[in-house]
């Protein structure tokens, strides 16, 4: 089986065509770098995003607070995510950078604050 993706992690935008063999990825062409062939392998095995989003926030001038996943989260993971982020609200002040949420539905990644308020 092939598959042609763009690769994301840089500014070139490599196309690169992925050969997977029983859902294992066996070839990766078209990338100029090794982060491409590493995307390439994780997009098509296990794929993961960074979630953003905000929370509430009592006791401060903004209502909301960004917030992101620590690291990527496996994408069937994100609806559970922002679910679990919906009831969540804290009262200031907060650091940038601050655990708001440690190990968000079972992926063992922290929700974190991105700004400090």
Request: aromatic letters at 0%; one cysteine or more; glycine letters at 10%.
């Amino acid at each position: 089986m092939q598959r042609e993706l763009t690769c994301i992690n840089c500014p070139m935008g490599c196309q690169l065509s992925v050969t997977l063999e029983g859902g294992d990825v066996k070839n990766v062409e078209g990338a100029t770098c090794k982060k491409g062939i590493d995307y390439a392998k994780v997009e098509c095995t296990n794929p993961t995003r960074i979630v953003t989003s905000t929370i509430r926030l009592k006791g401060a001038p903004l209502c909301a607070l960004p917030v992101k996943t620590e690291a990527p989260i496996p994408k069937g993971k994100i609806a559970e995510c922002m679910q679990a982020l919906k009831g969540i609200e804290i009262s200031a002040p907060v650091s940038i950078g601050a655990i708001i949420i440690e190990n968000i539905c079972g992926t063992g990644i922290n929700i974190i604050a991105t700004r400090g308020i």
